[in-house]
């Protein structure tokens, strides 16, 4: 079993890994660019939203269908992809790993069950058609099933951590809050439960922990600085970890860590970790914010704390970062990324339960 779950993970990080420096790329045009950024450009900042919505999810699940089908399953991968990117409104990575290698799947079965039986000459022609027809089949079905269950997923994340608040377990939120944030759900965790909840309770006390609970930069710190001090020598995940630090917690752009945690999923508990350590400290000594951080960096945190909270919040902070950086950096030594050079061409046949 445990065998099956490294395999995967394997895989999944044969997805994400090749696509780090587009991710990179995303995250200093968003921290350079976003009327927030370091320098704000209403031109350049445009490039922001569609390439979250739509080149990076297209690249990994491109990545995701030539891994199981060379080229023709990458082509048809990311085909499928768009059908889960036009049937949500968020940004579909979640969708695009599960569409990528399933187009691939289907094409190499189609092939497999077809193209001995190809008359010569016709060879071309079957290849255009069959990945156009299947193409469709699978954007059709990805758009009507697979977009509709992530936005019913991250409905349930924001009802569950609404629960959560409104029953006194602010800390415990972020068994919710960090895996969610890493599906990329953390704008509709933050915007439409946690602020409007901030909002009310500043309302009355001149501040709230309700804007502390997603936008804390501390665990995603800790998180790269473990990738970075125990990852693999020479691994892509540790050479871009410290670029990643600098658009993360200067920038505010939490996502630009999704990917590491997406490539070896056991990290996510390092988060949880670092989560719940740091919400505790805040509810302990009363932390709060008088807004919501945006983007979540230090340099938005320092605008928004309120007089005589510097020291409460700046140690949630740094909690977070190091329980998240001691537990993450804990699973490198014992559970280490599986990267390999040949990951890129890995098949179906190295996932549980398909080939």
């Not at 693999?232 to 996502?255: R, T, Y």
């Not at 014992?334 to 990267?339: L, R, S, Y």
């Given at each position: 079993?445990?065998?099956?779950?490294?395999?995967?993970?394997?895989?999944?990080?044969?997805?994400?890994?090749?696509?780090?420096?587009?991710?990179?790329?995303?995250?200093?045009?968003?921290?350079?660019?976003?009327?927030?950024?370091?320098?704000?450009?209403?031109?350049?900042?445009?490039?922001?939203?569609?390439?979250?919505?739509?080149?990076?999810?297209?690249?990994?699940?491109?990545?995701?269908?030539?891994?199981?089908?060379?080229?023709?399953?990458?082509?048809?991968?990311?085909?499928?992809?768009?059908?889960?990117?036009?049937g949500a409104d968020i940004p579909m990575m979640?969708?695009?790993?599960?569409?990528?290698?399933?187009?691939?799947?289907?094409?190499?079965?189609?092939?497999?069950?077809?193209?001995?039986?190809?008359?010569?000459?016709?060879?071309?022609?079957?290849?255009?058609?069959?990945?156009?027809?299947?193409?469709?089949?699978?954007?059709?079905?990805?758009?009507?099933?697979?977009?509709?269950v992530v936005v019913a997923l991250s409905d349930?994340?924001?009802?569950?951590?609404?629960?959560?608040?409104?029953?006194?377990?602010?800390?415990?939120?972020?068994?919710?809050?960090?895996?969610?944030?890493?599906?990329?759900?953390?704008?509709?965790?933050?915007?439409?439960?946690?602020?409007?909840?901030?909002?009310?309770?500043?309302?009355?006390?001149?501040?709230?922990?309700?804007?502390?609970?997603?936008?804390?930069?501390?665990?995603?710190?800790?998180?790269?600085?473990?990738?970075?001090?125990?990852?693999?020598?020479?691994?892509?995940?540790?050479?871009?970890?410290?670029?990643?630090?600098?658009?993360?917690?200067?920038?505010?752009?939490?996502?630009?860590?999704?990917?590491?945690?997406?490539?070896?999923?056991?990290?996510?508990?390092?988060?949880?970790?670092?989560?719940?350590?740091?919400?505790?400290?805040?509810?302990?000594?009363?932390?709060?914010?008088?807004?919501?951080?945006?983007?979540?960096?230090?340099?938005?945190?320092?605008?928004?704390?309120?007089?005589?909270?510097?020291?409460?919040?700046?140690?949630?902070?740094?909690?977070?970062?190091?329980?998240?950086?001691?537990?993450?950096?804990?699973?490198?030594?014992?559970?280490?990324?599986?990267?390999?050079?040949?990951?890129?061409?890995?098949?179906?046949?190295?996932?549980p339960g398909l080939g």
């Amino acid at each position: 079993m445990r065998e099956k779950l490294q395999q995967f993970g394997g895989f999944l990080a044969g997805m994400v890994i090749p696509n780090i420096g587009a991710f990179l790329a995303w995250g200093l045009i968003t921290a350079f660019f976003i009327p927030t950024g370091w320098i704000p450009n209403e031109t350049f900042a445009k490039l922001v939203g569609p390439m979250i919505v739509y080149l990076l999810p297209l690249l990994i699940g491109y990545t995701g269908g030539k891994m199981v089908h060379n080229v023709r399953g990458g082509v048809v991968g990311a085909a499928a992809t768009m059908g889960v990117i036009v049937g949500a409104d968020i940004p579909m990575m979640l969708g695009a790993m599960i569409m990528g290698p399933l187009g691939g799947w289907c094409m190499k079965k189609v092939d497999e069950a077809i193209e001995e039986k190809i008359p010569v000459g016709f060879e071309m022609l079957y290849n255009t058609f069959s990945a156009g027809i299947l193409g469709t089949i699978l954007i059709l079905i990805a758009n009507v099933a697979i977009g509709p269950v992530v936005v019913a997923l991250s409905d349930a994340a924001g009802a569950a951590v609404d629960a959560m608040v409104k029953a006194r377990l602010l800390p415990l939120a972020a068994i919710i809050i960090e895996p969610a944030k890493i599906l990329f759900l953390n704008n509709a965790l933050n915007h439409g439960v946690l602020s409007p909840l901030g909002v009310v309770a500043a309302q009355e006390n001149g501040r709230a922990v309700h804007f502390l609970l997603e936008t804390n930069p501390g665990p995603g710190l800790g998180l790269l600085i473990a990738f970075y001090v125990a990852g693999k020598k020479g691994s892509m995940l540790k050479d871009s970890a410290p670029g990643s630090m600098i658009i993360h917690f200067l920038g505010g752009i939490h996502e630009i860590y999704f990917p590491y945690v997406l490539a070896h999923p056991i990290m996510v508990l390092a988060m949880i970790a670092g989560g719940i350590a740091a919400d505790l400290w805040f509810v302990i000594s009363g932390a709060g914010l008088v807004a919501t951080p945006s983007p979540g960096s230090i340099f938005a945190y320092l605008a928004v704390i309120p007089p005589g909270q510097h020291f409460q919040v700046l140690t949630g902070v740094l909690i977070g970062a190091v329980v998240s950086f001691f537990v993450g950096a804990f699973i490198l030594r014992v559970n280490p990324v599986k990267e390999t050079e040949d990951e890129t061409s890995a098949t179906i046949g190295t996932v549980p339960g398909l080939g």
